[in-house]
């Protein structure tokens, strides 16, 4: 059974930087696209970035592109990171990382939640003025 572990997050002030990061565990392989999401209360789930299983084709939701991004751990290429930057008080939220269900594979929507079997526990990012 694959199982996704998430670290990182926490209290942060605007104009700060964290890194998230999430490893995937647990299956044959260890290679998977990833994605991250966030919800944030009253809101519905929301595409944040995504990578390629082998680590390339970086995709950022336009909303977040120039301060986020989204990369793999150039050794232990079953640790996805999402770099944050210059943080706004709208991106406080719990962060989800999602592994697609076929490992080296490539999804058809990497921004679609229904692609992505497997689910990380979620993290808690908040941000203060």
């Known amino acids: 059974q694959v199982q996704l572990t998430q670290s990182g997050g926490g209290l942060v002030q605007t104009g700060d930087s964290l890194t998230l990061s999430c490893t995937t565990s647990g299956g044959t392989y260890s290679r998977y696209a990833m994605a991250w999401f966030r919800q944030s209360p009253g809101n519905e789930r929301e595409f944040v970035a995504a990578?390629?299983?082998?680590?390339?084709?970086?995709?950022i939701a336009d909303s977040k592109r120039g301060r986020f991004t989204v990369s793999r751990d150039y050794d232990r290429k079953n640790v996805v990171y999402l770099q944050m930057n210059n943080v706004f008080l709208e991106d406080t939220a719990i962060y989800y990382c999602?592994?697609?269900?076929?490992?080296?594979?490539?999804?058809?929507?990497?921004?679609?939640?229904?692609?992505?079997?497997?689910w990380g526990q979620g993290t808690q990012v908040t941000v203060s003025s």
């Open positions: 990578v390629g299983w082998s680590g390339g084709a970086p995709y």
């Open positions: 999602a592994a697609y269900g076929t490992p080296e594979s490539v999804p058809l929507c990497e921004y679609c939640e229904h692609e992505y079997k497997y």
